[in-house]
């Protein structure tokens, strides 16, 4: 039967890969070809040792520099793998924001001084290839890390679960240009072999990969077999493993985006204002991986990217008709940040993430009274746990609506309950954060931003109390998989030894709840709202703008 199953996923692709006619794409050089032809640089799978991948017809081969190798290779079935070892002089930092302005990182050092946390900021030309629409200092990042500059990345991970109670870090692979590996790629139909010092690229319209991950950290977790448009590229990362990108045109890119993030069931209007997000936020986040060898990760970190397996004539439709249009002030293109539902208020932009307020990212009330309706008040908990236990009368309503099937999903999310057992919630807790706190007591709030989503919250248990700051470091510490939104309330339920059994969560919403509510978007499309309507509630102050050459 596996077999069998396997048979059939291997046949969808191959009707996916071959069913098109051939459209060859211009193969960027490493420098100045990308820009010119508005193309982008897609990490699709990271820190892996092999990959396996179909090819559609011949296609031909250029090193990590963009130099011709060979042409005319053919066979379907392929593999790309870590061959040799050499071991490259890497240091490991902690990272706490990333951005092409030096004001915005100055600005985001005050975090870490108000904590006490020694910090510099690096300025890195990136020499990886370039990108397209590249504003500021072009090809330059800030990086703002921890003072202590690490060995090994094990150190480096010791050292960011000691400190995230305080401030939320990633590690930094900083200097990874010493690296030595090879790429090999083998036919598994001939076994013939080629070798690739440092990485390749391929030159072919259209790939198959398989098991790539999907939703790594979240409820949704797994591995899909996928198809792509566009050139694929092989890199060596700073630990010696592989990582698969895939080089595009940006709006076609955006044809894998759209229906990853928005079903393609949703409304034009609804699906118009997501394709004009997506595309600002490509542009916007460009710098966001370019340490790593591309521009944006295919998964939630940047946005969400499936290649071609999604793609429908609806969110086709979208994309098209909105053709560079973008979210800009002052002509200048701004973050368009969204969320599946903020259940029935927005979030302002700095309760949940490092950086200055964005006057377009205003938390608001989702619905027809005005933006500051609440004012504050779910900052209040008793006002919090009444409104996290009824469905107040907002656009991402589902609950009390009646709404089509590709809205269905949408309401386990507006308000929902989660019982966990202490000792599995101390488990997931202790796994995230790498605190030794005995048995967990209690999880207090501290702060709550403007929708009741929790900022900051105390840990106590039995032997120490800690802090956990910044709205997904939070729902990564009380879940295995993420909890839906930090938009919540907790309830103990105390067992004979003074300890509790469970704790119950009551909450609100479904993501950060940043921007666009992308459920509230499609109801107010469903109500008549026009695309025009749908922008200026979720991004007030911002205005839809067009790209220029």
């Not at 559609?56 to 070892?85: C, E, M, P, Q, T």
């Not at 092989?234 to 079903?263: A, C, H, W």
Request: aromatic share 10%; proline share 4%.
């Amino acid at each position: 039967m596996e077999s069998h199953r396997k048979l059939l996923l291997i046949l969808g692709l191959l009707i996916v890969l071959f069913g098109c006619g051939k459209v060859r794409l211009p193969i960027p050089s490493p420098r100045g070809d990308l820009a010119k032809t508005k193309m982008v640089r897609v990490g699709l799978i990271e820190k892996t040792q092999s990959v396996d991948f179909m090819i559609k017809g011949s296609f031909s081969v250029y090193d990590k520099n963009g130099r011709f190798v060979a042409r005319g290779l053919k066979g379907h079935r392929w593999r790309a793998r870590i061959a040799a070892d050499a071991a490259p002089e890497i240091e490991y930092r902690l990272k706490f924001v990333t951005t092409r302005s030096y004001d915005d990182a100055a600005k985001s050092t005050q975090f870490l001084a108000d904590r006490k946390i020694r910090y510099e900021v690096l300025k890195i030309e990136d020499t990886s290839p370039a990108s397209v629409y590249r504003d500021d200092d072009a090809g330059v990042t800030y990086h703002v890390v921890a003072w202590q500059i690490f060995s090994t990345r094990e150190q480096a991970e010791k050292k960011r679960k000691q400190l995230s109670s305080r401030a939320p870090f990633e590690i930094f692979p900083f200097n990874k240009n010493a690296n030595s590996k090879t790429i090999e790629i083998v036919s598994q139909e001939t076994d013939q072999t080629l070798q690739f010092p440092s990485g390749s690229r391929l030159d072919t319209d259209r790939f198959a990969l398989f098991g790539v991950p999907v939703g790594e950290g979240y409820h949704w977790q797994e591995n899909e077999n996928r198809v792509y448009r566009g050139l694929i590229e092989f890199l060596v990362d700073d630990q010696k493993r592989m990582t698969v990108v895939n080089i595009l045109p940006i709006e076609s890119y955006l044809r894998g985006v759209v229906p990853s993030e928005m079903p393609k069931e949703f409304p034009l209007a609804a699906l118009k204002a997501q394709a004009i997000a997506a595309r600002s936020e490509v542009i916007k986040k460009l710098a966001r991986h370019a340490s790593d060898g591309f521009d944006i990760c295919a998964n939630v970190h940047c946005q969400v990217y499936s290649g071609i397996n999604r793609e429908h004539e609806n969110s086709n439709r979208a994309v098209d008709e909105t053709t560079g249009q973008v979210l800009m002030k002052s002509g200048v293109v701004v973050e368009a940040v969204y969320n599946g539902v903020c259940g029935g208020h927005s979030e302002s932009n700095e309760y949940v993430w490092n950086g200055a307020p964005q006057s377009h990212l205003r938390a608001i009330f989702d619905g027809k009274g005005a933006p500051d309706l609440l004012n504050g008040y779910l900052q209040r908990e008793s006002v919090l746990r009444r409104w996290v236990s009824t469905p107040a009368p907002a656009y991402c309503n589902t609950i009390s609506a009646e709404i089509p099937a590709s809205l269905e999903y949408t309401r386990k999310y507006y308000r929902w309950q989660l019982t966990v057992p202490r000792v599995e919630l101390e488990n997931y807790i202790r796994a995230e954060t790498g605190e030794t706190f005995g048995n967990l007591q209690n999880i207090i709030p501290l702060e709550r931003g403007l929708s009741g989503r929790l900022n900051r919250i105390r840990i106590v248990g039995t032997a120490k109390s800690f802090v956990i700051e910044k709205e997904l470091a939070i729902r990564r510490a009380l879940s295995a998989t993420t909890l839906f939104s930090s938009c919540f309330v907790v309830d103990r339920q105390m067992g004979p030894d003074n300890l509790p059994v469970t704790f119950t969560f009551h909450g609100a919403g479904w993501g950060h709840g940043v921007g666009m509510c992308q459920t509230g978007a499609a109801m107010m499309a469903l109500q008549g709202a026009t695309l025009e309507q749908i922008i200026d509630h979720y991004y007030a102050g911002a205005e839809i703008g067009k790209l220029t050459d």
